[in-house]
T-cell receptor, first 115, second 113 residues
Framework: DAMVIQNPRYQVTQFGKPVTLSCSQT?????MYWYQQKSSQAPKLLFHYYDKDFNNEADTPDNFQSRRPNTSFCFLDIRSPGLGDAAMYLCATSYPLAGSTDTQYFGPGTRLTVL | GQNIDQPTEMTATEGAIVQINCTYQ??????LFWYQQHAGEAPTFLSYNVLDGLEEKGRFSSFLSRSKGYSYLLLKELQMKDSASYLC??????????????FGSGTQLTVLP
């Protein structure tokens, strides 16, 4: 089945220790998104890639970076995690074809714990 | 910017009908989505409205009034598995290459036996 895959599902890191979260998709969608979701809050968009074109949200901290080496994979790098970065990180994809609904489809998420 | 409001919590009984409301204020509008999110899991797509009116998909229906900035999600014949958070998300008109979603904080629905 075509899907969005995130690894790992649970990640524990130490304060200040760099961490990378990964997302892959078999949907062949050209847009990939990274969201941060804290408990009982709305998902918050961090950035997205339209093909290789990187789009950063204005309020995304510099501590967060992303890489998209090819259509299928996208990575979220947190350079120096703080306690406030503990959250669920959601990857999503979409395919904004003219006339389509451009629905975003989400992966299962990676829950990040910062000790 | 975007502002999206929905009730924090709702409770209903198995077999009943529940309506979850969402109001929004946006600088541009290009569609409204409803997602279901079970605890600790990713949001899953339920419905999409871009024109006024009702969209029906099985036990779930969604309504949109663009002039009022209002939508609702209607769940019929409630089942225990419908206990989840329901997220309203609005897509704006972006100058960028893709059109971002802004999510509400979600309505936590509890279905009681």
């Amino acid at each position: 089945d075509a899907m969005v895959i995130q690894n790992p599902r649970y990640q524990v890191t130490q304060f200040g220790k760099p961490v990378t979260l990964s997302c892959s998709q078999t949907l062949n969608h050209n847009v990939m998104y990274w969201y941060q979701q804290k408990s009982s809050q709305a998902p918050k968009l961090l950035f997205h890639y339209y093909d290789k074109d990187f789009n950063n949200e204005a309020d995304t901290p510099d501590n967060f970076q992303s890489r998209r080496p090819n259509t299928s994979f996208c990575f979220l790098d947190i350079r120096s995690p703080g306690l406030g970065d503990a959250a669920m990180y959601l990857c999503a994809t979409s395919y904004p074809l003219a006339g389509s609904t451009d629905t975003q489809y989400f992966g299962p998420g990676t829950r990040l714990t910062v000790l | 910017g975007q502002n999206i409001d929905q009730p924090t919590e709702m409770t209903a009984t198995e077999g009943a009908i529940v309506q979850i409301n969402c109001t929004y204020q946006t600088s541009g509008f290009n569609g409204l989505f409803w997602y279901q999110q079970h605890a600790g899991e990713a949001p899953t797509f339920l419905s999409y409205n871009v024109l006024d009116g009702l969209e029906e998909k099985g036990r779930f229906s969604s309504f949109l009034s663009r002039s009022k900035g209002y939508s609702y999600l209607l769940l019929k014949e409630l089942q225990m598995k419908d206990s989840a958070s329901y997220l309203c998300a609005v897509r704006g008109v972006s100058s960028g290459s893709a059109r971002q979603l802004t999510f509400g904080s979600g309505t936590q629905l509890t279905v009681l036996p």
